[in-house]
């Protein structure tokens, strides 16, 4: 062992300590990271580094596309718009067994489609949800675990603030991501909603069926989301179409959220206030962990840890595919100690290089980057769900405190299985992902 790669293990050893101490994520890889350059090189190349390295992060144009989302699912919320969007799916499938459940599932994926944070879909569909769902004598470990779980389609549904990171990192397109990512997030949502129903099935006494609401008020609320979706398509069409970029349709998308908030009376000064609190708090932390994942990952170049790893990865004798499963299956574990950002921060540098060089269904490099990216990014919802720390279920149970987070855990076991089966689907069959970006672009 070269004392350079002595250096590094040495840094992710001391990392993961801080992290079982709770040292927040930022300076957990910051310290480190900061201590090893130091032992390579000298104090006067880490000043220099430090000198330059928050302004070039910072002043990065593409990451303004991310506290953009934030403010829009913040004045989202504040608006009232996540209300209503359960009142409408509650509207239209209430009335069968289960169909709270499904509701809250349909408003997580609808309202994921103006958010970009799990957390964020997670905590608010849960405020709106989980009375109604107590009300009507649902089951806490089928409430908390649908919401748990449908939280983590706010990162599967674009806009997706881990996907945009994702973008950023491995310098690819990010209206393509955000593509390739609209069947898998549709695909988890249609699973979620088949096993809610197998679940209602197999224990009926979990969820009672509701009185069917008139079709009268099923259309008000119906009419009630339109302009959610006319943000989505004039952002969304804005982009494909090309009459903006990305950034460009963050920034329409708020704006648009904005103004409808005002337009309901909902967004007052107080809300307003607390939607840009709340999108500042938000955005330093996420830009915190930047810094701290790029004192890191300046480290480990230096170490030549990730040129290593590639070459080693393209020299095992075992198959590409073998490669990429050990990897998700690393994500999985990686979720237990580390939130998605995170994650995406420390290892794509690392992983990325070796993922491009290996042979993966003949796809070239910029689909290929493509189809990985979503395939991580389906394993770290899996992450935010599964035990011992999903970090949804941690949410959810802070606001329903009366269900015990071990009736959570059993209920999530379904939706993981269909997590599994939907993750072994796309890197089995890569145009699943790729489809939409075919049509697109």
Same mark, same amino acid.
């Given at each position: ?20 101490? %709770?040292?927040?994520? #930022?300076?957990?890889?910051? @310290?480190? /990271?900061? &201590?090893?350059?130091? !032992? $390579?090189?000298? *104090? ?42 359960? %009142?409408?799916?509650? #509207?239209?499938?209430?009335? @069968?067994? /289960?169909? &709270?459940?499904?509701? !809250? $599932?349909?408003? *997580? ?333």
């Amino acid at each position: 062992m070269t004392p350079a790669t002595a250096v590094g293990l040495s840094m992710f050893g001391a990392m993961l300590a801080l992290m079982a101490l %709770r040292v927040p994520i #930022a300076a957990a890889m910051f @310290i480190p /990271g900061a &201590l090893g350059y130091l !032992a $390579i090189t000298d *104090a006067g190349s880490l000043f220099n580094l430090l000198k330059g390295s928050a302004v070039a992060r910072l002043t990065v144009y593409e990451l303004s596309v991310i506290p953009l989302f934030l403010l829009m699912g913040q004045f989202a919320t504040q608006g009232g718009l996540s209300r209503d969007l359960f %009142r409408a799916a509650a #509207a239209l499938v209430g009335h @069968i067994r /289960g169909g &709270l459940a499904m509701a !809250a $599932i349909l408003s *997580a994926a609808a309202f994921g489609a103006v958010c970009g944070s799990s957390v964020a879909t997670s905590a608010t569909i849960t405020q709106v949800a989980y009375p109604e769902m107590k009300a009507h004598g649902y089951h806490g470990r089928l409430s908390t675990a649908t919401l748990a779980t449908g939280g983590t389609l706010g990162i599967l549904i674009p806009p997706s603030v881990p996907l945009v990171v994702y973008a950023i990192l491995t310098e690819q397109n990010i209206a393509k991501l955000f593509a390739a990512a609209m069947v898998p997030g549709l695909l988890a949502t249609a699973g979620y909603l088949a096993v809610v129903a197998l679940y209602c099935r197999a224990r009926p006494e979990f969820a009672r069926p509701s009185v069917p609401v008139p079709w009268g008020a099923r259309l008000r609320a119906l009419a009630a989301i339109w302009p959610i979706v006319g943000i989505f398509v004039v952002v969304f069409g804005g982009i494909y179409g090309g009459l903006f970029s990305p950034t460009e349709g963050a920034a329409i998308g708020a704006l648009l959220t904005f103004c409808v908030g005002l337009a309901r009376g909902e967004l007052g000064g107080a809300g307003l206030a607390r939607a840009l609190v709340a999108t500042a708090e938000t955005s330093a932390m996420v830009f915190m962990i930047f810094l701290g994942a790029d004192m890191m990952n300046a480290s480990l170049a230096l170490t030549e840890m990730p040129a290593r790893i590639a070459d080693w990865v393209t020299q095992l004798p075992v198959p590409p595919l073998a490669v990429v499963t050990a990897v998700l299956l690393l994500y999985v574990v990686l979720g237990c100690v580390m939130d998605e950002l995170s994650m995406l921060l420390l290892t794509i540098p690392v992983i990325f290089p070796a993922v491009m060089a290996l042979d993966l269904w003949g796809l070239p490099p910029d689909l290929k980057a493509i189809w990985f990216g979503i395939l991580v990014l389906v394993t770290v919802g899996i992450g935010l769900i599964a035990p011992p720390v999903g970090l949804n279920v941690y949410v959810v149970n802070n606001l329903a405190r009366e269900v015990p987070m071990a009736e959570t855990y059993k209920g999530v076991f379904p939706f993981l299985a269909w997590d599994v089966l939907r993750v072994t689907l796309l890197l089995f069959f890569p145009a699943v992902t790729l489809w939409l970006v075919g049509v697109f672009f």
